[in-house]
């Protein structure tokens, strides 16, 4: 039998902090470069007048599934066949060398070398100078520590090593739901959609989701897993707030009533854009001052962010006849969407935390007028946040 490893992808390059959290910047064009749509400018209250229809997904670009180029070593990467996993162009094999015409010390320097190069496909055989050369191979990658997840994309090799690894560190058996973060270009849908119902049926998660897909994908992976007979995804990580409504309010209900894939939001505050607190200025506290998010604050000090910080400027006075916060009153407004099951919150402190909470409270946004009314607590509501309140343990895979 004969075995290839493939290790970490470690020069690949990765996504920066502001796409991950909140979009990739504006392009030449406008709009925000990605599958979500804009809404910007539209008033708070106001909502979609069509629906969106689904696209298909189009077809990436010639090359984009075949070859990639790590950053520091220039070695690229290609897809093995038509599966997820990638591979470097040049690989190392071990006959007649590992084990044999070759000391461990030499066999180690030029693992080393290849791997600090860019390599990662190790190639080996059990018949190799009588198994010494996967002994000799197999203590090196443990000494050397490369056997890991890769760290972006969705492949089979990705998805079960990377939620292996989350479930290590979380020091936790299985989780309830995992999230294919962001679709894969790289890695065809069934591919995906399988090694997702593995990791189902091997008791790792319970459920599984995506993150940032756009509709058509998401109906791809569903017709995907009824037509095999695998699992499907069950619901859909977007970001969703004043400025950014289109996908949350025009497509994900359509996929909530036709297959039932429920939303999970993030962000509702914009990356604190949407709190009042910047209000022409970046205080010193504040997420735009932290290490790294110099594009966070590079966006509240540019027109467009001047532009969305005076229209939340613009509903301080209807927090003030509600009683309550912007942040409060725009979480409130999150959670008034169609077929959102939770809205995630990113706080820095516990009294934070409590102010978040009481968006829980009235005022409440009637969910299709976006007409505000205060309605006053009752058993039922209080029942609500004592649910809402139960734990469920969810990771992201992917970039």
């Not at 191979?137 to 890769?150: P, Q």
């Amino acid at each position: 039998m004969q075995v290839s490893i493939a290790c970490t992808e470690q020069n690949l390059r990765s996504r920066s902090s502001e796409d991950r959290l909140c979009g990739p910047r504006p392009g030449p064009g406008g709009g925000n470069g990605g599958p979500v749509g804009g809404g910007h400018g539209n008033p708070p209250g106001g909502g979609p007048k069509s629906r969106a229809a689904l696209v298909p997904r189009p077809p990436a670009p010639a090359g984009a599934l075949r070859e990639s180029t790590g950053r520091g070593t220039g070695m690229k990467y290609r897809n093995l066949g038509k599966s997820g996993l990638r591979v470097s162009c040049l690989g190392l094999g071990t006959w007649v060398t590992f084990g044999s015409q070759i000391s461990d010390e030499t066999a180690e320097d030029v693992l080393t070398a290849a791997y600090e190069h860019g390599v990662n496909l190790f190639d080996t055989a059990e018949v190799y100078a009588a198994g010494k050369a996967e002994r000799t191979l197999g203590n090196i990658l443990k000494s050397k520590g490369w056997r890991a997840e890769t760290e972006r994309g969705l492949s089979r090799k990705h998805i079960i090593e990377g939620l292996q690894g989350s479930l290590d560190r979380l020091q936790l058996e299985y989780v309830d739901i995992v999230f294919a973060n962001r679709s894969d270009p790289n890695s065809p849908m069934e591919e995906i959609v399988r090694a997702m119902t593995y990791v189902i049926n091997q008791g790792l998660a319970l459920y599984w989701g995506t993150s940032r897909w756009s509709a058509a994908e998401i109906m791809e992976a569903y017709s995907m897993a009824r037509q095999f007979n695998l699992i499907p995804p069950v619901c859909e990580q977007a970001d969703n707030h004043f400025f950014q409504r289109e996908k949350v309010e025009m497509q994900l209900p359509e996929l909530y009533h036709k297959i039932g894939v429920g939303s999970v939001t993030w962000s509702p505050l914009a990356c604190g854009l949407i709190t009042s607190k910047y209000d022409g200025r970046v205080p010193d506290t504040c997420k735009a001052t932290v290490k790294g998010y110099q594009w966070l604050k590079e966006k509240v000090q540019s027109e467009d962010g001047k532009k969305q910080q005076a229209r939340v400027m613009d509903l301080l006075p209807i927090a003030h006849q509600l009683d309550c916060t912007v942040a409060q009153l725009a979480i409130a407004w999150c959670l008034r969407s169609e077929g959102v099951s939770s809205v995630l919150l990113g706080v820095s402190s516990a009294e934070q935390l409590m102010e978040h909470l009481g968006s829980l409270q009235p005022p409440t946004l009637l969910p299709r007028s976006g007409r505000i009314r205060v309605a006053p607590p009752t058993n039922e509501s209080r029942l609500r946040v004592a649910i809402r309140m139960n734990k469920a343990i969810s990771f992201r895979l992917g970039a």
